[in-house]
């Protein structure tokens, strides 16, 4: 059973920045695509970015291009979220989890607790 385990999340003024942590354990994560997806109040959860297992391919949501950054660690089982000049309209709690592939951005496992942004105006 994989856990998935979130954290870094915060209150921050628009225009500041959050690096996002996501820990995995029980699953064979460096053989597996990940992604970060997030869910705001009241709305469906929605892919964010995905990593592929080597780290070379990412994709990007339109509304986060430039100013978020994916990264891994496969010696961590650990993926990362860099979110730089915030907006309010990124406040959401953050999940991460593995992805079928970096087109079809459907996640695999079990949630985690996702952690919450808040960026106040």
């Known amino acids: 059973q994989v856990q998935l385990v979130e954290s870094g999340g915060g209150l921050v003024q628009a225009g500041g920045s959050l690096r996002l942590s996501c820990a995995a354990s029980?699953?064979?994560?460096?053989?597996?695509?990940m992604g970060w997806f997030l869910q705001a109040p009241g709305k469906e959860r929605v892919f964010v970015a995905g990593i592929s297992w080597t780290g070379s391919s990412k994709r990007y949501a339109e509304s986060v291009k430039g100013r978020f950054t994916i990264s891994r660690d496969n010696a961590k089982n650990t993926v990362y979220l860099q979110m730089n000049s915030l907006k309010p309209e990124d406040t959401a709690v953050y999940y991460c989890?593995?992805?079928?592939?970096?087109?079809?951005?459907?996640?695999?496992?079990?949630w985690g607790q996702g952690t919450q942004v808040t960026v106040s105006s």
């Open positions: 029980g699953g064979t994560f460096y053989t597996r695509t």
């Open positions: 989890n593995a992805l079928d592939n970096l087109i079809v951005t459907r996640a695999s496992w079990s």
